[in-house]
């Protein structure tokens, strides 16, 4: 097992602000998996009673509508901390997460992550910040589904992606999102998204091999996200 004062992974997240000592008694305590892709992590009205650190590999957050969609809120990747939100608000979840691809996670405790919160006062505002972040992007989020196009958010969730995860050899995004994903992710069926990523392909925004995405026009993406 890794020791977290080791790990360069917690640089990414809010695990940086902790002590050595800290840290030493977390690794006694986590354990490590392998999720393979397609497994739950956690579901909706699940206690987590914990958080997770993502050491490698994608999930996807989402939430079920009432006419039974997943709406995907989240992609959470490597260097992530995911369920902290449920174990402030001693809460079970009201989302669901699933490996998009083979994932490495560190499961911290319930009891370990509190106790640090409360005698860490720069672990605590550091998860604070993360949280108040993460509650924008949501606020973000509603008011691209109330005034953006499919179009406008398809274009939108593409540069997302080209900025937040790395490339294969081949240009590609390094995340394998299925059209049915990208459908849920911009909250539209997935014959629409597939449609819309062909229209992509034939006006050279885009170029797609198999499920792999290619950005070729970031700035014909990023007006088009615009309105321009």
């Known amino acids: 097992m890794s020791k977290c004062e080791q790990c360069i992974i917690r640089e990414f997240n809010s695990l940086k602000a902790l002590t050595k000592d800290e840290l030493i008694r977390i690794t006694g305590c986590k354990t490590s998996k392998t999720v393979k892709k397609g497994e739950v992590l956690f579901d909706e009205g699940e206690y987590i009673n914990g958080v997770f650190c993502i050491k490698d590999g994608v999930c996807k957050v989402s939430k079920m509508s009432d006419n039974g969609r997943d709406q995907i809120i989240h992609l959470i990747h490597k260097g992530d901390i995911l369920g902290e939100r449920s174990l402030i608000n001693n809460e079970a979840s009201n989302l669901k997460a699933i490996a998009v691809n083979d994932m490495e ?16 006062p720069n672990f605590s505002l550091d998860l604070l910040r993360k949280m108040a972040n993460s509650l924008k992007k949501a606020d973000d989020v509603i008011v691209d589904m109330a005034q953006k196009t499919v179009k406008q958010r398809l274009a939108a969730t593409l540069l997302f992606l080209e900025a937040k995860f790395e490339k294969n050899d081949n240009g590609s995004i390094k995340v394998n999102l299925s059209r049915e994903d990208i459908a849920n992710i911009i909250g539209t069926a997935t014959e629409s998204a597939i449609r819309l990523l062909s229209e992509f392909k034939k006006k050279k925004m885009i170029d797609l091999q198999g499920k792999e995405i290619v950005i070729l026009d970031v700035k014909a993406l990023k007006d088009l996200s615009e309105g321009f």
């Open 105 to 120: 996670v560190c499961f911290i405790p319930k009891d370990e992550i509190i106790r640090d919160l409360e005698s860490n």
